[in-house]
């Protein structure tokens, strides 16, 4: 029973295609799974609307959404029929080709994304001996439609929080990358398939995760926060500075393409959240040997949504970043912690089995971090604040 409920969606997919001739079959299935991942993803992108909502809103001692349906919960539902009913302004001066394609051009490569996920035993849908190459070869192009979107607009203001956008997400993409080197080292593989296959081993019952290793848990940490920077999440948030920028590089959007940037953040938080399971959580496979009769799509996702629930948490506790901190930390922090952790995994991988390499590659990382955390505090010039009032 548990193995049916396993893999229920490829034994539906086959369902189908047995009535088909085997000619339409390969196609009809690749059709199924994206018809299902572009379903699926925005249901859980309009779930995790209402979460943020409700629970930013507790943590600033208000309700959130509570008028539509009970508690709220259709909430979503009202958003995205206001969205596809608003007027759609376009300026006067704007790229009309441009400034339509823009927001299109992110939604599809966000979910393009997703095609070299595995979010199930079997369930990937295109396996690729390069899979983690393709997703942030992909990944790459968000930042083109942002630069597009700001460009179109014609709008000064737009423009510079586009380019605010592109630095950040340049910047950032730079630790992103390096801190998953260490995971292609010691699987050997760029194969998202493989590296969750390499995770899905058991000892005394706890699985081998990689964030339970010294050089994975300071990639796991170095990710997370270059993926928040990368889909411009508190504290990370400039690109969308209202208080300098109005709304930053979708500032002369409106309507159903306001409403697609908003898709295509959201659901590419839930992308690099997948990422992020996969590579080091293990991706579906259970957090113990024992809960393995649950389903292995159910892990994913319920890992998907714990990591979307840590974002909002950060959200509701952390300020905004300034400019100048924002890029101090990518590249004078997060970059040089990712090239210590490549070498530090390196030391892993042919010091051989034993205590001994957890003492030196922990040590190692230790150190580094708070030499370089000490220095930082040293060499900042930021001063006590001065508060000036009119008289």
């Given at each position: 029973?548990a193995?049916?409920l396993?893999?229920?969606?490829?034994?539906?997919?086959?369902?189908?295609?047995?009535?088909?001739?085997?000619f339409?079959q390969?196609?009809?299935?690749?059709?199924?799974?994206?018809?299902?991942?572009?379903?699926?993803y925005?249901?859980?992108?309009?779930?995790?609307?209402?979460?943020e909502?409700?629970?930013?809103?507790?943590?600033?001692n208000?309700?959130?959404?509570n008028?539509?349906g009970?508690?709220?919960?259709?909430?979503?539902?009202a958003?995205?029929?206001?969205?596809?009913t608003?007027?759609?302004i376009?300026?006067?001066?704007?790229?009309?080709?441009m400034?339509?394609?823009?927001?299109?051009?992110?939604?599809?490569?966000?979910?393009?994304?997703?095609?070299?996920?595995?979010?199930?035993?079997g369930?990937?849908?295109?396996?690729?001996?390069?899979?983690?190459l393709?997703?942030?070869?992909?990944?790459?192009t968000?930042?083109?439609?942002?630069?597009m979107?700001?460009?179109?607009s014609?709008?000064?203001y737009?423009l510079?929080?586009?380019?605010?956008?592109?630095?950040?997400?340049?910047?950032?993409e730079?630790?992103?990358?390096?801190?998953?080197?260490?995971?292609?080292?010691?699987?050997?593989?760029?194969?998202?398939?493989?590296?969750?296959?390499?995770?899905n081993?058991?000892?005394?019952?706890l699985?081998?995760?990689?964030?339970?290793?010294?050089w994975?848990?300071?990639g796991?940490v170095?990710?997370?926060?270059?993926?928040m920077?990368e889909?411009?999440?508190?504290?990370?948030?400039?690109?969308?500075?209202?208080?300098?920028?109005?709304?930053?590089?979708f500032?002369?959007?409106?309507?159903?393409?306001?409403?697609?940037?908003?898709?295509?953040?959201?659901?590419?938080?839930l992308s690099?959240?997948?990422l992020g399971a996969?590579?080091f959580?293990?991706g579906?496979?259970?957090?113990?040997?024992w809960?393995?009769?649950?389903?292995?799509?159910?892990?994913?996702?319920?890992?998907?949504m714990?990591?979307i629930?840590?974002?909002?948490?950060v959200?509701?506790t952390?300020?905004?970043?300034?400019q100048?901190?924002l890029?101090?930390?990518?590249?004078?922090?997060m970059?040089?912690?990712?090239?210590t952790n490549?070498?530090?995994?390196?030391?892993?991988?042919?010091m051989?089995?034993?205590?001994?390499?957890?003492v030196?590659?922990a040590a190692?990382?230790a150190?580094?971090?708070?030499?370089?955390?000490?220095?930082?505090?040293?060499s900042?010039?930021?001063?006590p604040?001065?508060?000036?009032?009119?008289?």
């Amino acid at each position: 029973m548990a193995e049916k409920l396993d893999q229920i969606f490829i034994w539906f997919t086959h369902w189908i295609e047995s009535f088909l001739p085997a000619f339409w079959q390969p196609l009809v299935g690749i059709l199924l799974a994206v018809v299902t991942i572009i379903c699926l993803y925005p249901a859980l992108f309009a779930i995790a609307v209402l979460m943020e909502r409700k629970g930013l809103g507790r943590m600033q001692n208000r309700y959130g959404p509570n008028r539509v349906g009970p508690f709220g919960i259709l909430q979503p539902v009202a958003d995205g029929i206001k969205s596809l009913t608003k007027e759609d302004i376009v300026p006067y001066n704007a790229d009309g080709l441009m400034h339509f394609i823009a927001p299109v051009l992110l939604v599809v490569v966000v979910f393009m994304g997703y095609a070299v996920l595995p979010m199930g035993r079997g369930m990937t849908l295109v396996h690729m001996d390069a899979a983690l190459l393709f997703y942030f070869a992909v990944g790459a192009t968000a930042e083109l439609s942002v630069f597009m979107a700001g460009w179109a607009s014609h709008n000064k203001y737009s423009l510079l929080g586009a380019m605010r956008a592109v630095a950040q997400m340049i910047s950032y993409e730079v630790p992103l990358l390096l801190s998953t080197i260490p995971i292609v080292m010691i699987t050997g593989s760029l194969s998202l398939d493989k590296i969750v296959a390499a995770q899905n081993v058991y000892t005394h019952g706890l699985p081998h995760w990689y964030v339970f290793t010294p050089w994975g848990f300071a990639g796991f940490v170095l990710f997370v926060i270059a993926a928040m920077a990368e889909t411009n999440r508190s504290p990370f948030d400039l690109p969308e500075g209202e208080s300098e920028l109005v709304a930053g590089y979708f500032t002369e959007y409106s309507g159903f393409k306001f409403a697609e940037f908003f898709l295509g953040e959201y659901v590419g938080m839930l992308s690099m959240s997948g990422l992020g399971a996969t590579l080091f959580l293990g991706g579906w496979s259970a957090p113990v040997e024992w809960l393995q009769f649950i389903p292995s799509w159910a892990w994913f996702i319920a890992k998907v949504m714990m990591a979307i629930s840590f974002f909002i948490w950060v959200r509701g506790t952390l300020p905004r970043l300034r400019q100048d901190q924002l890029m101090n930390f990518a590249w004078k922090f997060m970059l040089p912690l990712a090239l210590t952790n490549v070498f530090v995994t390196a030391a892993w991988r042919f010091m051989g089995e034993g205590w001994l390499r957890w003492v030196v590659c922990a040590a190692v990382l230790a150190v580094v971090y708070v030499a370089m955390a000490l220095g930082e505090q040293k060499s900042s010039s930021v001063g006590p604040r001065t508060y000036k009032y009119a008289e």
